[in-house]
């Protein structure tokens, strides 16, 4: 068993002997395994400076949520202030612990949504703010909060609690950081809504919370194999059609490796299934305007659901990962999504086809100028003059005025 000081390291989707073992992630490798990491009343001296690297990696660059909890002493010292976790913070910690040694009844340091937090679904567990305001005032009041010294820029304070003087402090805040997220929570005794919960049933709002933060924080984490689906717009290097074309599909994808860096020499392969059920199988092709990005083009008219499977293989052949992704089609309705026209594909059409674009004020002049242009396209060919009425007619009248002059001559 732990003693009471050891630090507790719980992996989910891990068996406890594997935690045991392994520790807290020591490698890019292993760390980016997971979606999100919480961390609880942590001291600074549990991470190695390649530790604090790796954490501020796999926010900015793996796209991992990250939620840190405030214990009594974990925002203070400047040691946190200038490491790369104090970096990860969406405030700036401050060395003062605000504890409140009022008996429990007199105590009113509670849990307060702010106006973006009314704005956020996952912080909310009813449908109306009644009930809501209702069910946070039935949570037991904190003792023990941790003071910050400001807010980051671009970060939000999502709940607050008021002190004694009236003011209102942050005690949730959250940012986004670089590609993933981080929040941190300056309570220190969270604990006390469920020890002093006042039924059983009062403990399931709480899990229930904690759940709705947990997908949060992995809702928007990236995959090692991320799709993109462009409609109407077609680059792909592979596939001989229009750069703006309302049927065309784009199919972008980008392949990362175990420590999320970015795999140029990989085979794409989309199967994708139309609505008829026909199979459609392409290959990714490297993009002309960023490397490591793969991507190919469908055009279709056909309506329905479009499904698409993506393989990633190795150049030795194995596999690197696969997903899946899809959309809808519906080209009739298409021409109504927007009442302004698609003048940029008409340009487009106008360039190729050596035309132009006429506006409404121009028609007049330019019916009155077409006998003066000349036509773009000419064709020349032989007509045999023979196979002309006209000439037997001529021919025929020619003899009858030839055998008349004769007669009237006395010719033969």
């Given at each position: 068993k732990e003693a009471y000081d050891e630090p507790v390291i719980i992996a989910l989707g891990e068996t406890e002997s594997d935690q045991r073992s392994r520790g807290f992630p020591k490698t890019a490798e292993?760390?980016?395994?997971?979606?999100?990491?919480v961390l609880d009343d942590i001291e600074h001296d549990f991470f190695t400076q390649e530790q604090f690297l790796l954490?501020?990696?796999f926010v900015s660059m793996r796209g991992g949520g990250l939620l840190m909890l405030g214990g009594q002493e974990t925002l203070r010292g400047e040691a946190l202030r200038n490491s790369p976790l104090g970096e990860l913070l969406p405030v700036y910690p401050d060395d003062a612990v605000v504890m409140n040694d009022a008996p429990a009844e007199t105590q009113q340091w509670r849990w307060e949504l702010t106006r973006e937090g009314w704005l956020q679904p996952w912080l909310r567990l009813t449908d109306n703010e009644e009930a809501e305001k209702k069910l946070?005032?039935?949570?037991?009041?904190?003792?023990?909060?941790?003071?910050?010294?400001?807010?980051?820029?671009?970060?939000?304070?999502?709940a607050e609690w008021t002190d004694e003087s009236g003011i209102r402090r942050p005690?949730?805040?959250?940012?986004?950081?670089?590609?993933?997220?981080?929040a941190v929570i300056m309570a220190g005794d969270l604990w006390r809504w469920a020890m002093?919960?006042?039924?059983?049933?009062?403990?399931?709002?709480?899990m229930a919370a904690w759940r709705q933060t947990i997908r949060w924080l992995i809702a928007d984490v990236p995959k090692r194999l991320q799709i993109t689906?462009?409609?109407?717009?077609?680059?792909?290097?592979?596939?001989?059609?229009?750069?703006?074309?309302?049927?065309?599909?784009t199919l972008r994808t980008a392949v990362y490796d175990a420590e999320f860096k970015l795999v140029d020499n990989v085979k794409l392969t989309y199967t994708i299934t139309a609505p008829s059920g026909k199979l459609i199988v392409l290959q990714g092709e490297p993009s002309e305007f960023q490397?490591?990005?793969?991507?190919?083009?469908?055009?279709s008219n056909e309506e329905g659901v479009f499904r698409v499977e993506v393989i990633a293989l190795a150049q030795d052949g194995s596999e690197l990962g696969r997903g899946e992704a899809g959309w809808t089609s519906e080209p009739s309705a298409e021409e109504f999504e927007q009442l302004l026209p698609n003048t940029e594909w008409m340009k487009q059409i106008a360039e190729e086809t050596q035309g132009e674009i006429i506006n409404a004020q121009e028609l007049e002049s330019f019916a009155?100028?077409?006998?003066?242009?000349?036509a773009p396209v000419t064709e020349s060919y032989v007509y045999p003059i023979w196979h002309e009425p006209w000439v037997i007619l001529c021919a025929i009248s020619f003899f009858c005025l030839e055998w008349g002059i004769r007669r009237k001559s006395g010719l033969a």
């Open positions: 292993e760390l980016f395994e997971y979606h999100a990491i954490l501020r990696q946070l005032g039935e949570r037991t009041p904190l003792g023990v909060v941790n003071r910050v010294s400001g807010l980051k820029p671009g970060a939000s304070v999502l005690i949730m805040a959250a940012q986004k950081f670089g590609k993933g997220k981080s002093h919960r006042q039924s059983l049933e009062a403990e399931a709002p709480l689906i462009e409609r109407g717009n077609s680059s792909a290097t592979n596939q001989t059609v229009n750069r703006i074309n309302p049927l065309a599909t490397a490591g990005l793969f991507e190919t083009s469908l055009v009155n100028g077409l006998p003066e242009r000349s």
